[in-house]
Nanobody
């Protein structure tokens, strides 16, 4: 059974950095595209970035371009989301999710992904 587990969230000051990890179990990461989403209180779940099984990536949220980057280590079955220059509006629960091989090319929706992790809280506050 495919499972995803996120870690790395926490409390950070504005301007700080965090690196989130998403570890896959139950299969090999090579088969899967992994997306990162986030959901702030009272808001819809938003697609942030996605890593194709090939290693190429795509960013969906204009608000994070130039600050967040996604990467993967297939040997460790782990996808990372490096978040720099964090802002209070980045505060949310961050989720990773999987789908077969490729990321959606344009708009992304939670329904595009089959398996989800439990989420990790990121709070940006002074």
């Amino acid at each position: 059974q495919l499972q995803l587990v996120e870690s790395g969230g926490g409390l950070v000051q504005p301007g700080g950095s965090l690196r989130l990890s998403c570890v896959l179990s139950g299969s090999i990461l090579d088969y899967y595209a992994i997306g990162w989403f986030r959901q702030a209180p009272g808001k819809e779940r938003e697609g942030v970035s996605c890593s194709h099984s090939s290693g190429e990536s795509i960013d969906y949220a204009d608000s994070v371009k130039g600050r967040f980057s996604i990467s993967r280590d297939n040997a460790k079955k782990t996808v990372y989301l490096q978040m720099n220059s964090l802002k209070p509006e980045d505060t949310a629960v961050y989720y990773c999710a999987s789908r077969f091989r490729t990321c959606p090319r344009a708009s992304v929706f939670p329904i595009d992904f089959a398996t989800w992790g439990q989420g990790t809280q990121v709070t940006v506050s002074s």
